[in-house]
């Protein structure tokens, strides 16, 4: 069984992240590999339905902050320490005027251009921001942009 074949995947993913969501329901598959299939519940289930989280290896409090749709009090991004996405992130950032903070209750975007901040605590939501500022500065490039002030009669 793959992370992706239960039916948790997208709640879970939809929190953490997709990486995040593989790593830690792939420790819970693990877990009842290891210890028997009791602790399934119903594999096409929601979170709430799929497994025991008391017997996970990340216990009650990590299943219910997610059933939440909160990022788990606590919770370190693996993904995000790597160095690579940390400067992915930062290049995004860079490239957007755009900034992103941690805090324990998950992320804040501030957008500097149009002064808007953001808050989530999904890691998903923070790469989609960021990309598709990307995408619209990009596409701001391509056209000829003229001063107000040169256009006066």
Request: net charge negative.
């Amino acid at each position: 069984m793959k992370p992706e074949e239960l039916g948790c995947f997208e709640q879970v993913a939809n929190v953490i992240g997709a990486d995040e969501a593989r790593y830690e329901l792939q420790l819970v598959i693990d877990y009842i590999n290891r210890h028997g299939p009791d602790a399934l519940w119903n594999k096409n289930g929601d979170l709430q339905t799929s497994f025991d989280w008391q017997v996970s290896p990340q216990a009650n409090d990590f299943w219910y902050y997610i059933s939440l749709n909160r990022f788990p009090e606590g919770y370190s991004n693996k993904f995000l320490d790597e160095k690579s996405d940390i400067e992915r992130l930062s290049q995004l950032c860079k490239d957007t005027n755009m900034s992103v903070s941690i805090t324990t209750s998950g992320y804040i975007i501030v957008d500097h251009d149009f002064n808007r901040n953001l808050n989530t605590n999904n890691m998903r939501t923070v790469w989609t921001v960021l990309k598709k500022k990307k995408e619209f500065v990009d596409e701001m490039k391509k056209w000829e942009w003229v001063d107000n002030e040169s256009r006066s009669t």
